[in-house]
């Protein structure tokens, strides 16, 4: 109460505010929930999970991004773990699922601490310190890889996708996504590789089989010539990329023309007529006879690209003229009266072939491909959906390890070893947070766990007997789901790239730590929606 009994009011009626233990625990909870929904999903042997948005559209699948994206999460805490996901997704491409498992447990060790009247500064302390350890570790265990190593690039890309629809054809597809990388990485100044995964374009065709899909060394463009007068395959392709429109410019300002005799009329015809036929000349005289056009081909000109014998395509998105410029060496021109030979890219062909009733241009057998494009084929759109979001996994796995140059064994043997090392790290530090890195150490057995429960093994007998081989050097033993033993994990390639580790802890760590620090949350009411006939404007009062 303020002077003369006068309430204060500081917040806005119908504010809610959690403060204290209450606030930590409600957004622990609801961050923990977000990571149990994922949990089933995790290792080769995890569950799919069916969403149906609202518009009751469905997606089918086990990647632990997709998933988190397609769930509309409305609690904050909730939607930072999300975050992580789509953080662990930007950075690496897989991996989702356990960063998110990983931030889950370490909020769940967390809540005993608390609960034991460890401060959250202490945990947070503790965990930071954890997390700098884990990093060194993880570095300690990896091992190199070279751009030329393909059998391992080719393990690493099956390890990705054993979770996935496509495990039946991983030996397929991981060749396929290892020569897509390889095509278009590009070495830099100081000698490192670097992909950029835009130059690698997904064309999604359902009706076929998943092993039908096939990658071109090149491009799939979505378009088909503009007249059925031009041929359906140029050989040879001499390849003009045109960002200029193959139309008469009309004036910038309103102007009228005024006819007064027929004869006028027929000239004026005949001049567009003639610069159309000028604009086509210039091309043909250039030596192109591919032309693709970032915007619209008159009638006119569509005719006599067709009398030349030129194979033409307009309205091509400009991310495809990009890869068509990077592919087959031609400039991207803004004049047509500009084009010389020089300008001209080169395709040893230019075909147009149906898929699954509708027509597209392929461009192969460039000179030296920068892009690379997928067709990929499914049984239904679910199953080409999934498909899709496997090859990326893959992909983006492999260019990280080529950019890195580094990995380390899956199966969770690379995450108890960092657990084994903390343990024994824990004992050198004196203060409370001891207890921090110990329950870190803990929270890093949730991936062999959750493996084992995934595959419907007994979690603690897997996690014992991985301690006990790890205790005794042996740092690469993991979980066989197939088997149900613990195997060398090197010895059946089981191998990631180092990034996705480094990314899971340190991603983890932090959402923990920020989701710890929050004592208090003050959630505003939102302002109610004004109707009309409420005496706002355009109401209907009188």
């Known amino acids: 109460m303020g002077m003369g009994n006068a309430p204060v009011i500081i917040l806005r009626q119908g504010t809610k505010r959690e403060k204290g233990k209450d606030a930590q625990m409600n957004n622990i909870t609801a961050a923990r929930t977000i990571a149990d929904a994922v949990r089933s999903s995790l290792g080769p ?4 999970k ?33 975050e992580v996901a789509k953080t662990q997704d930007a950075e690496v491409g897989d991996g989702t699922t356990t960063s998110v498992i990983l931030a889950g447990e370490l909020l769940k060790k967390a809540t005993d601490m608390i609960d034991a009247n460890v401060h959250p500064t202490i945990i947070t302390a503790g965990y930071r310190l954890a997390n700098d350890k884990a990093q060194e570790v993880l570095k300690k265990v990896s091992k190199k890889v070279s751009i030329n190593d393909d059998k391992l690039l080719n393990q690493i890309a099956q390890t990705a996708m054993i979770s996935k629809q496509v495990n039946s054809s991983k030996d397929y597809f991981s060749k396929m996504v290892v020569e897509a990388v390889k095509t278009i990485v590009d070495k ?17 065709k359902a009706g076929a089989n998943m092993e039908e899909s096939e990658m071109i060394k090149g491009l799939i463009i979505d ?10 395959k140029v050989k040879n392709a001499k390849i003009a990329l045109i960002d200029a429109a193959f139309e008469v410019k009309k004036t910038e300002i309103d102007a009228k023309i005024q006819i007064t005799d027929p004869g006028q009329l027929n000239a004026f015809i005949q001049e567009e007529e003639r610069m159309l036929k000028e604009m086509v000349e210039n091309v043909k005289k250039a030596g192109a006879n591919v032309v693709f056009c970032q ?20 309205r091509v998105k400009k991310s495809d003229m990009e890869r068509l410029g990077r592919s087959t060496g031609a400039s991207i021109l803004n004049k047509i009266t500009d084009i010389t030979a020089a300008d001209l890219g080169f395709a040893e062909s230019v075909e147009l072939r149906r ?31 999934e498909v899709e979001r496997s090859l990326v996994d893959a992909w983006s796995v492999v ?46 057995e949730i991936i062999p766990s959750t493996l084992a429960e995934n595959a419907g093994l007994d979690p603690i007998n897997i996690v014992i007997e991985m301690r006990k081989q790890h205790k005794s050097g042996k740092i690469y033993a993991g979980l066989n789901p197939f088997s149900g033993k613990v195997e060398d994990m090197m010895k059946l390639d089981v191998i ?17 730590v920020m989701i710890l620090r929050i004592d208090d949350v003050i959630a505003s009411k939102a302002s109610p929606t004004p109707q009309y006939g409420d005496g706002m404007p355009g109401g209907m009062d009188d």
């Open 223 to 232: 378009k088909e010539p503009v007249s059925d007068a031009m041929p359906k």
């Open 45 to 48: 042997r995890g569950m799919d």
């Open 399 to 444: 260019k990280v390890s080529i950019e890195d140059g580094m990995l380390v064994t899956g199966g969770g043997s690379t995450a108890m070893e960092i657990a084994m090392q903390l343990r024994d790290y824990a004992q050198s530090i004196s203060g409370r947070e001891q207890i921090a890195i110990e329950a870190f150490a803990s929270a890093m």
């Open 496 to 512: 990631e790239p180092y990034r996705i580790g480094r990314q899971a802890i340190n991603s983890a760590t932090d959402a923990a």
């Open 355 to 385: 898929v699954e009733e509708e027509d597209m241009t392929f461009v192969t057998g460039c000179k030296e491909p920068k892009t690379v494009s997928i067709l990929v084929r499914g049984g239904t759109k679910h199953v080409a959906d």
């Open 188 to 204: 830099t100044d100081d000698g490192k590789y670097f992909a950029n995964l835009k130059n690698i374009q997904t064309v999604k």
């Open 295 to 314: 915007k619209g081909i008159d009638d006119l000109a569509q005719h006599f690209f067709a009398k030349e014998g030129i194979y033409a395509c307009r």
């Open 50 to 82: 069916m969403l149906v948005d609202s518009m009751g559209d469905v997606v089918i699948t086990n990647d632990g991004v997709t998933i988190l994206k397609e769930m509309d999460v409305q609690h904050p805490a909730a939607k930072m773990l999300v």
